[in-house]
Structures are given as structure tokens and as C-alpha cells.
């Protein structure tokens, strides 16, 4: 089968709109820890993908799914010990406030519940969210989405606030004068919901702005503006989907802010590419919503997907894997440091854990995007065998989020590539 029998029957069969990635799109066919392989056998060293965060077909939880797909795979009606296993294993690493969890399918379902908590809590109906975010593809949701044009910033119900970019900042400001200025949005929001009537159910963010472009300090921003959120009756809802799991050198991205969610939601890396999300929040809420609305879902919790779930944990911690985030990720972040002071191309470097962002510009002085570079330069070392994407709201962010098992050895690679590419345009 060639490459272009596979894109046509995919125009053909799924919509000639599908996304696919690389003006050269890859067919793989297997994949191992930190490497993919394409249908000629030539391997890629994965730079982009942090759902398999445990490493490609990592043997103990394609084990775990196997066994107890050959067992018993049935909804969550029944007793079975795997939910009750998995939510107490998973419920240890939050803050013991959060003490109840909901199984999902999906992101976009997991934020899409925490919208309906919030709103049937606090009886209002206005979320706050980011200008340039992407919480999932949802009614409810695909409204706070804007990476795909679809955001509905018309609706009465959502305000959309600056996300808080260190590097492209308002009026130059910097420190905490810059994140009072963002926070004055907020409040402008919160007043411009309680004006029109519907009130703060609450906000919406991924603590660390993954979609955005991974700003510096995000801690300090949510420091700010979630306690105004509080005081207007609203919620803190850390979309954790991208964000959770270690990605960042800690379990999740929020513990950095020293503030404790009321809702958090999770998914892609808790499966390991298993279909596996949740809802992590308050007891008081969780059973509030089940008193009055109920909740089922016929996937989400089943015993395959529990046992899939407690597998990657068990490889989390086996392998130390958060730990080696923290440690390889400090390292890339140096040597991306050092490439920044080599190539003016190279706006700023932004890092947190094993998730890189940099951003790519035209002209250093004026900060001015560069997505076509950023574009050209993920084609270049996908033809160099290592592979990215690019991210933002202009589309010029580098965007590096490897599995979690990258090595110092690979993370060499990684750098060697990148400065024959960069050296080359
Ligand atoms: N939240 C965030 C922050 C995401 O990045 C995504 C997916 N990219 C989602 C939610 C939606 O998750 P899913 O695709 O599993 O529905």
C-alpha cells in the first residue's frame, strides 16, 4: 500500500479535511518506548506524543489490558475491585480535598462534566477561560475552544481573557505588575457575567497554558485570579489533560501554584492510549450531581480501562518516570538555552518537566512570529527522524512533549538533530 493509496482512501473515506501531520505524512506501524517505525523500518525518535507518556506499547500495560480483556470487560453497574482500586490509587495523588473520582471516555467529555458541576453547584452559568486555548470538542466546550476557530466569544456565558503570555506582555510590563494586568481582565470578566445576568460558575484553565505557548509562570497568574473567580462564587476547574501525569516533572500541573482545585480533570496520558479520562473533585460536588442530575457513562471505568489506568501508574512510579521528567527536562532546557543564544530565529525557550515550547521569530527586537519557519522547520526534522509540532496562538511555537522514558541519550539526539536543521535554514 502506498503512501498516496493510504491519503486518498483517507480523503475518501474520512473527509479530505482530516488532519494528517507533514507535508511528507508518516505511515507508522510500530511503536517502542521513545521510537516509532515507519512501514520501510526507518525509526523516529518521538518528540510530540505524550499520551503513550509511559513509552510506546509499554509491555506492563498492554499485559494488564490483555489480561483482563480475556477476563471480563463490563460497565461500572457491577462491583469490581479495578474502580475501586484505580480511584484510590489515583485519588492518593491529589490533595485530600479532592476525594472523589468520575470516569470518562475522553477530555473533551471530562471537561464537558466539570462545565455541568460547576454550573448545577454554584447555579450559575458564565465560565472564564483563555483566548487561545482547546478544552476539548464538545457542544458545551468547543464554545471556550479557539484553536479551531470555533470559539463563541458572542455567547453570553463565556468571557475569554488574555492567557498570561511572559513573552509577548502587555505594555512590556513584567513580575507581578504584569500579572495584575491580567488579572484585571478577570475582573472585568467576572463583572461583565454578573452585568448580563448569568452569574460565575467558574474558570477554566490548564494550569500550565499547554496550548497557549507554555508561558514562564502560570503559578503566579492563577495566584491572582483565582481567588477573584472564588469570591465572585465561581470554580477553579485545572483542565489537567495535557498537563497531569508527571508531564511536568511533578504529578500535576497545578501543585506548583500551591492552590488546590475544586474540579480537575484528566486524560490522554492516564490511558497510555487507551480511550481512559476522569474527573477528580470535591466530594461535596460530585455527590451534589449525582443527587440531583445522576450519572452514568457505559466506557468510562470499566474494568480493562481501570486495569490499563493502574498499570501506567504502577510504570509512573516503577520507573521513576516523573523524576527522570524533571531531571532529562532540565537538561534539554539548558542546551535549548544555549541554541537560543546560537540562532536568532529562537525568540524565547519556555520549558516545564519534559514539555518544551520555543518560540520562533522573524525579527528578535519586535518579537514578530514566525509560524511559516516553525513549519518548515517540523517537516525538516521529521526528515531528519525526529518528530514535533508547532503550537500557539500564532502557530510559531516548537512544541516538544515526549514520552516520559526520554533518555539523556535520546535527548542528545534530539539536540545533535536540531542543530544540523537549525544550522541549515
Ligand atoms: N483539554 C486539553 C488541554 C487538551 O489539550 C485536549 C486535547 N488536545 C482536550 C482537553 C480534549 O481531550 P480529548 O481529545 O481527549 O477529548
Redesign the pocket.
Known amino acids: 500500500m502506498t503512501i498516496n493509496s493510504l491519503i486518498d482512501r483517507r480523503s475518501k473515506l474520512l473527509g479530505p479535511k482530516t488532519p494528517i501531520f507533514y507535508d511528507d505524512p508518516l505511515h507508522i506501524v510500530r511503536g517502542e518506548g521513545t521510537w516509532l517505525f515507519d512501514s520501510d523500518g526507518k525509526r523516529y525518535l518521538d518528540c510530540y506524543n505524550n499520551v503513550p507518556s509511559v513509552g510506546h506499547c509499554h509491555p506492563a500495560v498492554v499485559e494488564a489490558l490483555c489480561d483482563q480483556a480475556r477476563t471480563l470487560n463490563v460497565h461500572t453497574r457491577y462491583l469490581h475491585e479495578n474502580i475501586l482500586d484505580y480511584a484510590e490509587q489515583l485519588l492518593s495523588k491529589f490533595d485530600s480535598s479532592l476525594s472523589r473520582a468520575m470516569f470518562v471516555?475522553?477530555?473533551?467529555?471530562?471537561?464537558d462534566q466539570a462545565l455541568r458541576i460547576a454550573r448545577m453547584h454554584t447555579g450559575s452559568r458564565g465560565i472564564i477561560c483563555s483566548n487561545a486555548?482547546?478544552?476539548?470538542?464538545?457542544e458545551a466546550?468547543i464554545k471556550l475552544s479557539t484553536i479551531f476557530g470555533s470559539a463563541d466569544d458572542q455567547s453570553d456565558d463565556i468571557r475569554m481573557v488574555n492567557w498570561p503570555d511572559s513573552y509577548r506582555t502587555i505594555d512590556g510590563l513584567h513580575g507581578s505588575e504584569l500579572y495584575d494586568a491580567y488579572a484585571s481582565q478577570v475582573k472585568e470578566a467576572i463583572a461583565s457575567l454578573q452585568d448580563a445576568g448569568v452569574g460565575v460558575a467558574g474558570m477554566i484553565v490548564?494550569p500550565i497554558f499547554?496550548?497557549e505557548g507554555l508561558p514562564v509562570d502560570p503559578h503566579l497568574y492563577l495566584q491572582k485570579v483565582m481567588p477573584l473567580v472564588r469570591d465572585a462564587g465561581g470554580l477553579y476547574i485545572a483542565?489537567?489533560?495535557?498537563?497531569g501525569f508527571g508531564r511536568t516533572g511533578k504529578w500535576w500541573g497545578h501543585t506548583d501554584s500551591g492552590l488546590t482545585p475544586d474540579i480537575v480533570?484528566i486524560?490522554?496520558p492516564m490511558g497510555a492510549g487507551h480511550?481512559l479520562?476522569g474527573l477528580i473533585a470535591r466530594s461535596d460536588l460530585i455527590d451534589e450531581f449525582q443527587e440531583k442530575c445522576g450519572y452514568f457513562n457505559t466506557f468510562g471505568g470499566n474494568p480493562v480501562s481501570c486495569a490499563v489506568g493502574l498499570a501506567v501508574l504502577g510504570v509512573l512510579e516503577k520507573e521513576s518516570l516523573i523524576e527522570n521528567s524533571a531531571e532529562v527536562g532540565a537538561y534539554v532546557l539548558e542546551h535549548f538555552l544555549e541554541l537560543k543564544k546560537q540562532y536568532d530565529f529562537i525568540g524565547d525557550v519556555r520549558g516545564s518537566g519534559l514539555f518544551f515550547g520555543m518560540d520562533l521569530v522573524s525579527d528578535r527586537s519586535k518579537k514578530t512570529p514566525d509560524a511559516a519557519l516553525a513549519k518548515r522547520l517540523v517537516n525538516e526534522m521529521r526528515n531528519s527522524g525526529v518528530l514535533m509540532g508547532n503550537i500557539g496562538e500564532h502557530g510559531n511555537i516548537l512544541k516538544l512533549r515526549p514520552p516520559l522514558c526520554f533518555s539523556k541519550a535520546n535527548a542528545d539526539l534530539l539536540l545533535e538533530t536540531l542543530n544540523g536543521v537549525f544550522a541549515a535554514v
Do not use: I
Request: net charge negative; hydrophobic share 20%.
Open positions: 471516555c475522553t477530555g473533551s467529555e471530562a471537561n486555548t482547546y478544552h476539548g470538542n464538545t466546550v490548564c499547554a496550548n483542565d489537567e489533560v495535557q498537563a480533570t486524560g490522554k480511550p479520562a
